[in-house]
Structures are given as C-alpha cells and as structure tokens.
C-alpha cells in the first residue's frame, strides 16, 4: 500500500510545481491571475480520470469534486482543501524540482545559484530527514510545496481511495481554492454548493503536526487630517499631517507589542503602510493577537496615543477605522473537539507523535471555520515557504497521504 502511495505522491507534485500559479495581490479580479486555472483544471482532469464524475473547475477558480460514499453508515461529509496558488513573494515561473534521493545529511547548494544554500542548522527539521528523498526548486525561484504538496497528498488520498473500495469512507467532498497567499482564498467559495459539514486544510509545516489556533486579525486605518498652508504664512495655523503620523509612530513601545518583540502567544500592533502630504496621511496598521479580547485592548492601546498626539495638533483630526479581517478558528473548533480529535488519532495512525500547535497567522481554515465550515489544519510537509529554499519530502508526503486515508476512515468508525 504505501509504496504505491509513495509513487503517486511525489510524481504528482512534481508536476504540479512545474505549473507556474502565483497570485497577484494588486489583481482585483477572480481568480486575481488566469495562470492558477491552468493547474486548476489538470486536477479536474486527473479527478475525472481517477473517475470522480463531478469534478469541475467553476469560474471563479474553484475545483470541486466529491468521492461517493461506500458506507451504510450516515457519516458526516468531509471535506479536504488547498490552495493552487504560490506566494507572490518569490518567482514561481519554470519551476525546476530537483530530487536529493536517500539524502545524507549534507547542506543542499542549489545548482542554478549556488549562494541559495538549504543548511541544515538553519532548518532544523530536516535533521529527522536522513535517508529520505527531499525535494527542493533549482536556486532561481519558490518550490511551490506550499501548497502543492498538501494538493499532490489530497489527489494521491483520493485515487488510492477510489481504487480500494474496501475502505469504509462516508462521502469526501476535495475543494481546491486560489489566491489564499493574497488572503482571498475564500472570497468566491460556495459552502452551500461543497455541502461538507466539517473540513481539514493540508497546508501546515512539519510532519505530525495540527493547527486548531490562529491569530485572531483585524487591520486598522488612520486618516489623518491635517492643517495645510503656505509655509511662509504657516505660523499658528500649520498642522503637519505626516508629523502626526511621525508622533503616532515614535509613540508606539520600542520593547514590545511589535513582531519583531514579541513570540508564542503574544500580539501585536503592526504598521504596514503609510503615504501622504503635509494635509493628510493614511497609516495602515494590522492588529494580532490570539484573543478578540487581547486585539480589541490593543486597538484600545492604539486610539489612546491618537488621543494623546492629537491634544498638540488641535484644530487636526484623524478618522479611526477598524476592518475585521479574521478570527482565530479555535473559537468555532473548541465547539467540535472531535474534529480535532479524529485527526490528531489519524496522525498517530501512522506511526507518528502527533503535535498540536497555533500559527502566528491565519489560514482559509480561519476563515471557513467562521464561515460554518469548521476546519483545522494537517500538516502537509512543506517547508520554509515563500522562498528559494523551500523544501519537501516525499516521505512527509506519503505520510500525509495515509493521514487522509485513516481519518476518513475514523469518521466511518465513529458514526
Ligand atoms: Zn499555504
């Protein structure tokens, strides 16, 4: 059995890196770059072939598709999700996946730019890697294993699956989305239409490991305003915009609430951007923290220094406006504790010591699982994403594969 798997797996992702998807985050269209449908509808194809009938790309770069039932049991639908796009952080255009097979533990020079160096003290999970076949790209661009290879486990789960009826499995709905890297994973997604009520994203890192928390996020936006005037008659009356949004920076604590102070479980208040003219400025800001609680206290923190910097500038004014963006999915996942569960009993199915963790970030599970789609994230095996040195291993693959299999199979044991 896992041989076949093994096989599957890795030469499937291995053609799917090869398919340049990256997103756009200045795109205003749906998917924001044509490009993603070009792998989008491979996989239709190859779900047809592997003789899934319903498997359709809809026009928003939606793949759907549903693996029938084969139990007599009434078994919740679940559904299993990635992303076809790659992060528009790094080039993912010809894509050249290199196989270091039975690797031995040395530093990986990447052929096509040899200062892209994958060191082993620098990465650390690979030191649990010796003897297995790692994937990296060529030096020059991503791989592309976030999140092809959770797309390659999804694909590989679902053929072994089809052709292995004596696995008990209630109905699998696969749900493959674009543009999560520009966090529009979710814009265009129908629920309604998928009909799964409960859902696991293969898009996490290390092998055994499930995420059941994120940061809760919202951005905020200050408009400053300002008083312009000629600066040769400006005396008592000028009030320089950018030299409140100055105040309001320098105001902010040097020694924490910031990321580059703050770890684990701690939040922060992030600028992100800021353009403008001595008559007004706009300050982005992303706001993080765990608890909705702990943005609102931070958001709280933010508007009292707006205060404070505004008793210098008083005929000034600054508009405060908070977008929510999404919410820690632990909220919504602790009112289905066996969901999380089931996945992590799948992970030990395997052989492997299952680890929960949280993401100091969001996932498309964040946002499903606010949606009414509780869904938690698997590990899929990749690895230091977004960048030249980005890898994978087929191992990691495989097991994620058998992760897919047993938990399908728990949710039939346990209806
Ligand atoms: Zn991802």
Same mark, same amino acid.
């Given at each position: 059995?896992?041989?076949?798997?093994?096989?599957?797996?890795?030469?499937?992702?291995?053609?799917?890196?090869?398919?340049?998807?990256?997103?756009?985050?200045?795109?205003?269209?749906?998917?924001?770059?044509?490009?993603? =449908?070009?792998?989008?509808?491979?996989?239709?194809?190859?779900?047809?072939?592997?003789?899934?009938?319903?498997?359709?790309?809809?026009?928003?770069?939606?793949?759907?598709?549903?693996?029938?039932?084969?139990?007599?049991?009434?078994?919740?639908?679940?559904?299993?999700?990635?992303?076809?796009?790659?992060?528009?952080?790094?080039?993912?255009?010809?894509?050249?996946?290199?196989?270091?097979?039975?690797?031995?533990?040395?530093?990986?020079?990447?052929?096509?730019?040899?200062?892209?160096?994958?060191?082993?003290?620098?990465?650390?999970?690979?030191?649990?890697?010796?003897?297995?076949?790692?994937?990296?790209?060529?030096?020059?661009?991503?791989?592309?294993?976030?999140?092809?290879?959770?797309?390659?486990?999804?694909?590989?789960?679902? =053929?072994?699956?089809?052709?292995?009826?004596?696995?008990?499995?209630?109905?699998? =709905?696969?749900?493959?989305?674009?543009?999560?890297?520009?966090?529009?994973?979710?814009?265009?997604?129908?629920?309604?239409?998928?009909?799964?009520?409960?859902?696991?994203?293969?898009?996490?890192?290390?092998?055994?490991?499930?995420?059941?928390?994120?940061?809760?996020?919202?951005?905020?936006?200050?408009?400053?305003?300002?008083?312009?005037?000629?600066?040769?008659?400006?005396?008592?009356?000028?009030?320089?915009?950018?030299?409140?949004?100055?105040?309001?920076?320098?105001?902010?604590?040097?020694?924490?609430?910031?990321?580059?102070?703050?770890?684990?479980?701690?939040?922060?208040?992030?600028?992100?951007?800021?353009?403008?003219?001595?008559?007004?400025?706009?300050?982005?800001?992303?706001?993080?923290?765990?608890?909705?609680?702990?943005?609102?206290?931070?958001?709280?923190?933010?508007?009292?220094?707006?205060?404070?910097?505004?008793?210098?500038?008083?005929?000034?004014?600054?508009?405060?406006?908070?977008?929510?963006?999404?919410?820690?999915?632990?909220?919504?996942?602790?009112?289905?504790?066996?969901?999380?569960?089931?996945?992590?009993?799948?992970?030990?199915?395997?052989?492997?010591?299952?680890?929960?963790?949280?993401?100091?970030?969001?996932?498309?599970?964040?946002?499903?699982?606010?949606?009414?789609?509780?869904?938690?994230?698997?590990?899929?095996?990749?690895?230091?994403?977004?960048?030249?040195?980005?890898?994978?291993?087929?191992?990691?693959?495989?097991?994620?594969?058998?992760?897919?299999?047993?938990?399908?199979?728990?949710?039939?044991?346990?209806?």
């Amino acid at each position: 059995m896992s041989n076949n798997i093994t096989l599957d797996v890795g030469s499937r992702f291995l053609n799917y890196v090869k398919i340049d998807t990256q997103s756009d985050p200045n795109s205003n269209t749906n998917p924001s770059t044509e490009k993603q =449908k070009d792998l989008s509808r491979i996989l239709v194809q190859e779900l047809l072939d592997i003789g899934i009938s319903d498997a359709h790309l809809d026009e928003w770069g939606y793949v759907y598709a549903t693996i029938p039932s084969n139990s007599d049991k009434k078994v919740p639908t679940i559904c299993f999700c990635s992303h076809v796009d790659t992060s528009p952080d790094c080039s993912g255009a010809n894509v050249k996946p290199i196989v270091h097979f039975n690797w031995q533990g040395n530093d990986i020079i990447l052929p096509d730019d040899n200062a892209q160096i994958i060191k082993v003290e620098e990465h650390p999970d690979l030191k649990s890697q010796i003897g297995n076949d790692i994937i990296t790209a060529s030096g020059t661009t991503l791989l592309g294993a976030d999140n092809k290879a959770g797309i390659a486990e999804i694909m590989a789960a679902a =053929k072994f699956l089809m052709n292995n009826s004596e696995i008990k499995h209630g109905t699998i =709905k696969i749900l493959f989305t674009p543009d999560e890297e520009v966090g529009r994973g979710t814009e265009k997604v129908d629920l309604e239409k998928l009909g799964a009520d409960f859902a696991y994203t293969m898009d996490g890192e290390s092998l055994g490991t499930l995420e059941d928390e994120t940061f809760s996020a919202d951005a905020v936006t200050l408009t400053i305003h300002g008083v312009s005037t000629h600066p040769g008659f400006a005396i008592g009356k000028l009030e320089n915009a950018m030299k409140i949004a100055g105040d309001i920076l320098s105001a902010l604590p040097k020694d924490t609430l910031s990321p580059e102070t703050t770890e684990g479980m701690e939040g922060f208040i992030h600028p992100t951007q800021i353009s403008g003219i001595q008559e007004s400025v706009k300050l982005d800001f992303i706001i993080r923290d765990f608890t909705v609680k702990g943005l609102k206290e931070k958001e709280n923190f933010l508007q009292n220094i707006v205060n404070q910097t505004l008793e210098f500038y008083p005929n000034s004014s600054i508009d405060f406006k908070i977008i929510e963006q999404y919410r820690n999915m632990k909220e919504v996942l602790v009112n289905y504790p066996h969901v999380v569960d089931f996945a992590m009993e799948a992970i030990e199915m395997t052989g492997i010591r299952p680890e929960r963790r949280s993401i100091r970030g969001g996932t498309d599970g964040s946002r499903l699982s606010f949606m009414g789609l509780p869904c938690p994230n698997i590990f899929a095996g990749e690895h230091a994403f977004h960048s030249k040195l980005e890898w994978v291993s087929v191992q990691d693959m495989e097991k994620a594969t058998q992760v897919i299999i047993n938990l399908v199979q728990i949710w039939e044991k346990n209806a």
